[in-house]
C-alpha cells in the first residue's frame, strides 16, 4: 500500500475506504465522454466514462484504474461525485481540486461543494503523490476537451 505515513487518520481511513471499495467501478457501454489518464511517475493508469441525459447534466459515471491508493481512491471520489452536475460544473469543481492541490485554503462553500474529497487535501504536503491525487481530474479535463471538440465548439 503506497500511502503516505502522516496523512490525519480520519483522512486516511476515508482514501482506504474509496481505495478499498471503489464507487462507480466498471466503464459505461456508450458513454457520450471518455478518456485515459497516465501517470507515468508512479504508473498509474485511469479510464474514465461519462453520460450525460438530454439537458446535459452528468447522468452516469464509470472508471476503472490501476494504481496506488491516491490515485484510484481519487478516481472513486470524483467519479461518484460528478452525478447531476453540468459540464460547467464539473470543470469548477476540477479547478477547486487543483487549488486545493496547490495549497489554496477552502472557503466554506468550496469545502461543501467537495464533500469527502476534502480527505485528499493531506496528500499536497507530499508532492509526490499530488500527480497520483490529479489523475482522475486532468482525466476528467481531457474528456472533456475531446466531448467540444466533437460538439464543435
Ligand atoms: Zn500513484
Not at 26 to 49: E, I
Not at 138 to 150: E, F, G, V, W
Amino acid at each position: 500500500m503506497q500511502m503516505p505515513d502522516r496523512l490525519d487518520d480520519l483522512y486516511r481511513d476515508i482514501i482506504l475506504d474509496h481505495y478499498r471499495r471503489p464507487r462507480k467501478q466498471g466503464l459505461l457501454p456508450a458513454p457520450d465522454l471518455q478518456s485515459t489518464g497516465f501517470n507515468p511517475f508512479c504508473g498509474d493508469q485511469v479510464v474514465l466514462t461519462i453520460s450525460l441525459d438530454a439537458d446535459g447534466r452528468i447522468s452516469e459515471t464509470g472508471f476503472e484504474g490501476e494504481g496506488c491508493s491516491i490515485s484510484q481512491a481519487s478516481a472513486s471520489m470524483l467519479a461518484s461525485h460528478l452525478g447531476g452536475q453540468t459540464i460547467e460544473e464539473a470543470e469548477a469543481l476540477v479547478q477547486t481540486f487543483k487549488g486545493v492541490m496547490q495549497g489554496d485554503e477552502l472557503t466554506e462553500e468550496e469545502e461543501d461543494a467537495l464533500g469527502d474529497i476534502v480527505a485528499l487535501q493531506g496528500v499536497r504536503e507530499f508532492p509526490i503523490r499530488i500527480k497520483c491525487a490529479l489523475l482522475g481530474w486532468t482525466t476528467l479535463q481531457d474528456a472533456i476537451a475531446d466531448y467540444r471538440k466533437t460538439q464543435g465548439g
